[in-house]
């Protein structure tokens, strides 16, 4: 005769804490035995079951004995999404979801109770849930039935039962562990073997964190946790300990014998924060069916390591006030996408910062995780072969890291070099052109470029130092510290600046004048189609240029109209609080598509893009309206990450208080249809132009005026402008000249032919 | 009456004997130094005598249990001399334990610690780590030089690696394989299975060499392939001698390129390191403390007046030990190019350094370590991608692996006694410790 007994979990831990509780169906209690505790609740009786949980169903002869969890395939279902509820029916499948027949008087959540369905009077009585360091050990297991610990990403946790075998027969039984979402799981998926699944929170993992070591060891039975059982008569036996198996062996009880069963788990990058899950621990064996479940929550999201402020999700707003199309399909994708913690490593609490960091030991084990000494595969004893993204994506694959660059790059539109369209940096890219150790000498001088990780990143150096700006420009962060870079001694406007190199690159756009600049081999203008010209950055970004964007120092205009426009209304605002005293960063406007809201040093990372130019927001550029095409606001979310949207919205062409030039509205709404005979779309061809404006017809080159385009020299030269003003090459010179030029009482006067249109000397 | 009179023959035989037996008992109970032991062949060859008693400690000629006519198993008879229990030697490697001649006052001999480790026990402080600065702070080249000094533990702790599973308890040799024997093909292929004993690496019979070590190692197993000529022959030489030649020795990773750095003051206590000094194929110079007296017939390398840019004949017990461990890790020997250069191997493919620079015991011991792997460091595979083995506590279930490579300091701090990847640490001479 079995007694049912009602279990709780200890006292709730808060929010943050796991709540754990089971409901057991036992044998008899153990009075003399201290440590199971089997306090009774209130309604519990030593002679009648329990109203609340069904009775033991009777195992069923006809269901196959080896495996008979019914489960969902992991291809089918990889995100635990919990189903409709199971259908209650009597079922000798202990392992199948079975609803609850009453409320568990538990109250949610956190309260799973799941009776064992007991066969063979085989019953799992206890659990322990215990949480390894990063060492592999356990400083501090956990308490009997209960839970005291917000599970973690990345930790490996020991889950450990007590099994009974209360029947007259010796049995021998298959453990088996699975998970589900939720504190009652709709659905049950085995937990996956020795290596994480893209989809799934947890896996069967060795518990030594990363390693693919399956292995399994015997508990012996004198070193079981509790010594004795429900069945007074039982003695104990040896159990066994799993890391990275699952189903793990078979263990064979002997009549009237109770032992231990421990799985090891990892939380993974898909365990959601402050969610509840469920484990299951299944028995399988010739007529022996019995489950019992654990619930379990996830702790929250940790605090970032830094003390900048956090970043939060915000959907983007679809723009009001002016939409002439439907054009605006980054909506959706941007709603639904967050940043990264800024912290970029969620390991296990009270570690360190960042796995990469030796300062801290003379004695790191982390050296292990990437090098080899004597059996290395790649260059500079890397654990695996060239590049050395294989070595980066061991953990920034989406289970080592929070920082999935993998799936970043694998995800991301491929490049295109043919028509100079970067997407990503090559970083997967294997590069022979190393010339040696990122010295001065690998990209000076020379068409030599390439991004491997390592050229971005110092590894051993990187953690998570915020950005902060200075009047030259913003700090190199963390992520890219030990990096080196490009200073750079500016001379007159337009000229080429004095490049020298930097074994640590202290200012964030240094490290991008490595390849970005004239330090290295550009391929320059491009005739054929300007548009897809590699021009030096250090030239075009000069403070000493007319007009430029103020990456190396605050820019030159500071008027009261930019000082609006920076701060207006804009549906697309990515970076707020800008004045003309501002100084920006590259990644301000080349970051991945994906950051929403970030803060302005927030870790953003270059590594892709959905946008051309591994630009953070769209930017039409090349391929210019048709004759009916109106404007959209979503064509331009990089110029409207930092600038007011209200000018565009007006086509008065009046002058207003937020911009310095009033036709901006004009050019981009009313221009339908203008077109000089046999115009085409292309901004790099001359005369081309059908309809309304780009805002890169008239400042072509956006990171500074030191080159103005001149697509037919023989017509007439641009000279560089204020304003940022320099024209495409299909903006055609009027007599011979085509020029931009501000005017003291606030207009501006143009002298050129566009889109059909002589501008003589015309002025808003 | 007949009397009975004792022959003043016998007499005489009997106390001559009672005083020989005395004496060799005397004799017996006295440990053996260990530099310039028993196994010298000077001492019990027919150099002396052709009469060496030496032969019957060992040999049976017609009664021999073991093969090559000796009194028992190989192993079982080293162990009756280097054993955890026994007293015939100064050199216990069950323990890793090395007594001193002296005495601590009260009759009982002074333990320190072996410098190859023990094969069940070893006393290396290998969480002690320390580094004396970095020496490439500029970025390309060695500054100075440093001392990272591993001390010794007070007691032995059970090893974690170890050349021989001479407890029998299998696991930290279970593999038993000559990893990199062999030459580079393209072949996969991370060594041949062999067995080793104590003889693989040692000459019983001694050859002038105070670590009686073979000139070419040679363990048996099919496929093994001796190299006889690594590319430097490891020369026999005189015994060291004077004050130094025994005693407690530190685990001291040494990089010094002069014996003036070793045993300066600043590259921290030697007295009683193994470094250089007192080995039988270099010559001793004599260090004052302010100066070095070098003796005659010292050859380049052996003197502190290195020639810049010769590094290669720096240090000629770096690159004999380099090469004679190479004689079995074949593949592993390397030089300064390997860790950027393709070897062709494809396991043995990138190769730290492994030479005259940096010789293998800088970063290993020979017998046994008890440094302790953790985390990443014990997730390591071997070179065959065979996973580490464990032992799991069975109280605690802690798992500890045997995965410490023989290297002297705990998880990676042996790398971290030389480098300093962040490049952030200046060289200011001060000395980095735990």
Not at chain 1, 387 to 399: D, E, R
Not at chain 2, 361 to 370: A, D, L, R
Request: aromatic letters at 6%; a negative charge.
């Amino acid at each position: 005769m079995s007694i049912d007994i009602q279990r709780r979990a200890g006292p709730l831990f808060g929010a943050v804490l796991v709540v754990v509780g089971m409901t057991l169906a036992i044998g008899p209690v153990v009075p003399s035995a201290a440590a199971l505790d089997p306090t009774p609740s209130p309604d519990s009786s030593a002679s009648a079951p329990s109203p609340s949980l069904a009775p033991p169903a009777a195992p069923d002869p006809t269901l196959p004995a080896a495996d008979p969890v019914v489960e969902p395939s992991p291809v089918a279902s990889p995100d635990f999404t919990p189903g409709p509820a199971a259908t209650p029916a009597p079922t000798a499948d202990p392992l199948t979801p079975t609803p609850d027949p009453s409320p568990s008087p538990v109250p949610s959540p956190g309260a799973t109770l799941t009776p064992v369905a007991a066969a063979d009077g085989v019953t799992i009585e206890h659990f322990w849930i215990d949480a390894e360091n990063r060492a592999g050990d356990v400083p501090n297991p956990g308490e009997l039935d209960d839970a005291t610990l917000g599970l973690q990403r990345f930790t490996v946790y020991r889950l450990r039962f007590q099994v009974v075998n209360g029947g007259d027969s010796p049995v021998e039984v298959t453990p088996k562990l699975l998970a589900g979402e939720g504190a009652f799981p709709a659905s049950w998926m085995a937990v996956p073997e020795v290596d994480p699944v893209d989809g799934l929170p947890f896996y069967a993992a060795s518990d030594k964190g990363s390693t693919w070591d399956v292995r399994h060891s015997t508990i012996p039975a004198n070193r079981l946790r509790l010594d004795a059982a429900s069945d007074t008569s039982a003695t104990s036996t040896d159990g066994l300990a799993s890391a990275g198996e699952n189903p793990a062996p078979a263990v064979s009880l002997p009549a009237h014998s109770f032992t231990e069963i421990q799985f090891a788990v990892r939380a993974t990058i898909y365990a959601k924060y402050e969610t509840a899950y469920a484990f299951r621990l299944g028995l399988t064996g010739t007529s022996v069916l019995g489950r019992v479940d654990v619930g379990v929550e996830m702790g929250p999201e940790p605090a970032p390591l830094s003390d900048g402020p956090a970043a939060t999700g915000k959907p983007l707003e679809e723009p009001t006030a002016f939409r002439l199309d439907a054009g605006f399909a980054i909506t959706a994708t941007l709603a639904s996408a967050t940043v990264l913690p800024d912290s970029g490593f969620a390991l296990a609490a009270g570690t360190f910062a960042t796995p990469h960091a030796l300062l801290n030991t003379l004695t790191s084990d982390a050296c292990a995780a990437c090098h080899g000494t004597h059996t290395a595969q790649g260059p500079t004893l890397n654990g695996k072969a060239s590049p050395i993204a294989t070595v980066c994506f061991s953990c920034h694959n989406g289970t080592g890291a929070n920082a999935n660059v993998a799936a970043q790059l694998s995800s991301a539109t491929p490049n295109d070099p043919s028509t100079d369209s970067w997407y990503q940096h090559p970083a997967t890219a294997t590069n022979t052109n190393h010339i040696s150790d990122h010295d001065a000498q690998e990209f000076a001088g020379i068409t030599n470029r390439h991004a491997e990780c390592a050229d971005c990143h110092q590894p051993h150096l990187s953690d998570a130092t915020k950005t902060m700006v200075t009047p030259q420009g913003w700090t190199a962060s963390g992520s890219i510290a030990g990096a080196s870079g490009i200073a750079v001694a500016n001379g007159g406007a337009n000229t080429i600046p004095e490049f020298t190199w930097q074994k640590t690159s202290t200012l964030e756009y240094q490290l991008c004048f490595k390849c970005h600049s004239g330090y290295t081999g550009l391929t320059g203008w491009n005739t054929t189609s300007p548009s897809r010209s590699q021009l030096d950055k250090a030239v075009e970004l000069n403070p000493a240029n007319l007009s430029y964007h103020p990456v190396e120092a605050a820019g030159k205009n500071t008027s009261t109209q930019l000082d609006a426009s920076l701060a207006g209304p804009s549906s697309l605002r990515l970076w707020s609080g800008l004045s003309t005293g501002s100084v920006i960063r590259c990644a301000n406007c080349h970051a991945a598509s994906t950051v929403v809201a970030p803060a302005a040093d927030a870790s953003l990372d270059n590594h892709a893009s959905a946008n051309r130019g591994i630009l953070v927001r769209p930017y039409r550029d090349r391929v210019l309206r048709t004759a009916s095409q109106n404007f959209t606001v979503g064509d331009f979310g990089l110029c409207f990450a930092c600038h007011s949207t209200s000018p565009f919205l007006d086509f008065s062409g009046s002058v207003r208080p937020d911009t310095n030039f009033g036709g901006h509205g004009l050019h981009v709404v009313a221009l339908a249809g203008n077109a000089d005979t046999g115009a085409t779309n292309s901004i790099d061809r001359d005369g081309d132009g059908l309809g309304n404006a780009l805002c890169a017809e008239c400042h072509f080159n956006q990171h500074g005026s030191a080159f103005p385009a001149n697509s037919t020299a023989l017509e007439g030269a641009q000279q560089p402008a204020t304003g940022l003003v320099n024209f495409a090459p299909n903006v055609r010179p009027f007599n011979g000249t085509i020029s931009f030029v501000r005017n003291a009482n606030g207009t501006s006067t143009c002298t050129l032919r566009c889109h059909g249109k002589d501008h003589n000397g015309l002025s808003n | 009456m007949h009397t009975h009179v004792a022959r003043p023959g016998a007499l005489r035989s009997a106390v001559v004997g009672m005083l020989v037996l005395g004496a060799w008992l005397l004799l017996a109970a006295m440990p053996v130094a260990a530099d310039g032991g028993p196994h010298i062949a000077s001492v019990n060859s027919g150099a002396s005598t052709l009469t060496a008693d030496g032969c019957a400690g060992c040999h049976r000629a017609h009664t021999a249990q073991g093969e090559g006519l000796l009194v028992t198993a190989a192993e079982n008879l080293c162990l009756s001399c280097h054993g955890a229990t026994a007293t015939g030697a100064t050199t216990d490697v069950e323990g890793g334990i090395q007594y001193t001649v002296e005495n601590d006052g009260n009759g009982q001999p002074v333990a320190g610690a072996l410098r190859g480790g023990g094969f069940v026990d070893a006393r290396i402080d290998s969480a002690h780590s320390s580094r004396k600065s970095y020496p490439f702070s500029n970025g390309t080249s060695i500054l100075t030089t440093f001392s990272s000094k591993v001390p010794v533990l007070a007691a032995g702790a059970a090893v974690t690696s170890a050349h021989l599973d001479l407890d029998g308890t299998g696991g930290v040799t279970a593999r038993s394989t000559a990893w990199g024997n062999g030459e580079i093909t393209g072949a996969v292929n991370a060594g041949p299975v062999v067995v080793l004993s104590c003889v693989s690496c040692h000459n019983p019979h001694g050859n002038g060499m105070y670590r009686i070590l073979n000139p070419v190692t040679k363990p048996a197993g099919t496929g093994f392939i001796a190299v006889d000529e690594p590319g430097v022959a490891v020369d026999d030489a005189t015994v060291p001698s004077g004050a130094g030649a025994a005693g407690t020795r530190n685990y001291t990773v040494q990089d010094g390129r002069t014996l003036q750095d070793v045993l300066a003051t600043n590259a921290g206590p030697t007295a009683g390191d193994y470094w250089r000094r007192f080995l039988p194929w270099d010559l001793v110079p004599a260090w004052n403390g302010t100066a070095i007296t070098n003796p005659a017939g010292m050859r380049q390398g052996d003197v502190p007046g290195y020639v810049a840019g010769d590094l290669d004949n720096l240090v000629t017990f770096k690159i004999e030990i380099s090469a004679w461990c190479s004689s079995c890790h074949t593949r592993y020997l390397s030089g300064s190019t390997g860790a950027r250069t393709n070897s062709g191997d494809p396991i043995y493919t990138y190769r730290h350094v492994s030479n005259a620079r940096v010789e293998c015991t800088q970063c290993h011991v020979s017998h046994g370590s008890n440094a302790a792997m953790t985390g990443e460091a014990a997730d390591v595979a071997y070179p065959d991608g065979g996973a580490p083995t464990t032992v799991t506590d069975p109280n605690t279930l802690a798992v500890t692996t045997l995965n410490s490579r023989l290297l002297k300091i705990d998880n990676r701090g042996t790398c971290q006694a030389c480098h300093d990847p962040t490049g952030t640490i200046p060289y200011d001479g001060s000395v980095i410790s735990h």
